[in-house]
């Protein structure tokens, strides 16, 4: 049986037991690097040292941790926030080296079927809100309002990100698919 | 594929999860973490503990007996007169702390 996230803090918080976070960690990090990767454009390494930072400032004020949050939302603020304040002290931009090399190996669909990793390159060129609207109320699961008070806006502002961004992704994927379909034999 | 098919596909993908394998990264945050350093509450606890043992101690080895017939036969006025040099004492150490504070103050 699988020890809640709630026994792990309490063990990590009184025992000072590193390996109960060592569980945190693991169980969360696909999910947290995921969203970092989406927040950063695809700079799969600045995504992952926001995340271990973000891990770290969480031990950290595991203490303060409330708990009237789920923990992995209360991570993702933190991540979130340490992003934030990245690009505030203008720090290197995402590595657009490191995001077109990415971008090339998915650079164009090689058949008519598209594939996962043609969304995430597609997803690169959305607005880095409606990017993380998308994952937010997708991927994460959340709904508009749990969306809007993570990232600080109007409920109504995220419906339309979701909106604009899924009508725009749809445009790129099906532009693809008509260059695909015209490329000379 | 058609237009249709591709709401159905980008609803689908956009919901599907991929699972990022660790890779070693659990064990870099480990190696990151601050070190669990000593237990400010057993601490506080332990100088409790040992405080209240030492006292213990000393209230069983102390003469009450004979050092309560001593202090039973002192006069009044030793009595003041101890009380007095005791105040005494305290109020020269007041006002020596606050003098070496207020010297030290930036």
């Known amino acids: 049986m699988e020890i809640s996230d709630e026994i792990l803090i309490e063990r990590a918080v009184k025992r000072r037991d590193q390996h109960a976070f060592s569980q945190l960690v693991r169980r969360h990090q696909s999910r947290l690097r995921q969203s970092l990767r989406t927040l950063c454009a695809g700079d799969h390494a600045l995504a992952d040292d926001i995340a271990q930072e973000a891990f770290i400032k969480a031990y950290k004020a595991l203490a303060g941790f409330k708990r009237e949050a789920q923990f992995f939302t209360w991570l993702y603020q933190i991540a979130r926030n340490q992003l934030i304040s990245h690009y505030r002290k203008k720090l290197p931009e995402p590595d657009s080296e490191l995001v077109e090399r990415s971008g090339e190996d998915t650079a164009a669909p090689t058949d008519q079927a598209l594939t996962r990793r043609d969304l995430s390159r597609a997803m690169t060129q959305l607005s880095a809100a409606q990017r993380e609207s998308l994952h937010l109320t997708y991927q994460l699961g959340y709904s508009n309002e749990e969306a809007a008070q993570l990232m600080q806006i109007p409920v109504g502002t995220v419906k339309s990100h979701v909106l604009r961004a899924k009508a725009k992704l749809k445009s790129i994927l099906q532009d693809w698919q008509g260059e695909t379909f015209n490329e000379p034999e | ?106």
């Open chain 2, 1 to 106: 594929m058609s237009r249709n098919n591709l709401d159905d596909w980008l609803e689908r993908t956009l919901a599907e999860e991929d699972y990022l394998e660790d890779a070693g990264f659990t064990e870099s945050v480990m190696a990151a973490l601050p070190d669990a350093g000593i237990d400010a509450r057993r601490v506080k606890t332990l100088n409790w503990a040992v405080g209240l043992a030492a006292s213990a101690l000393a209230g069983a080895v102390f003469p009450w007996s004979k050092v309560g017939v001593a202090l039973f036969g002192l006069s009044l006025d030793t009595w003041l007169i101890a009380a007095t040099a005791l105040a005494g004492a305290f109020t020269l150490a007041a006002i020596g702390g606050g003098l070496w504070s207020f010297k030290r103050a930036p």
